[in-house]
């Protein structure tokens, strides 16, 4: 039977699946409590100011009164 991988090869492939399984671990959920009240103190204070808006301008509708015309 011939093996597929050789014993350095193996080695190589194990290493690789630790370190990707290492990587991996820092997507887990974490406990962020500390994180998480912070942002909220910080919800509850908005601070700055919201301009008003200008007035709306005023346009006047125009009446197209020559569609009787020839063009």
């Known amino acids: 039977m011939?093996?597929?991988?050789?014993?350095s090869r193996r080695w190589d492939v194990l290493?690789?699946?630790?370190?990707g399984m290492v990587l991996l671990?820092?997507?887990r959920d974490a406990q962020m409590t500390a994180l998480d009240a912070h942002l909220d103190a910080l919800r509850q204070q908005p601070e700055g100011s919201?301009?008003?808006?200008?007035?709306?301008?005023v346009y006047?509708?125009?009446?197209?009164?020559q569609a009787?015309?020839?063009?």
């Open 68 to 71: 009787q015309q020839r063009s």
């Open 50 to 57: 919201i301009e008003s808006l200008p007035p709306a301008p």
């Open 60 to 65: 006047r509708t125009a009446h197209y009164s």
């Open 15 to 19: 290493l690789a699946a630790l370190v």
């Open 25 to 27: 671990g820092g997507c």
């Open 2 to 7: 011939i093996e597929w991988l050789t014993t």
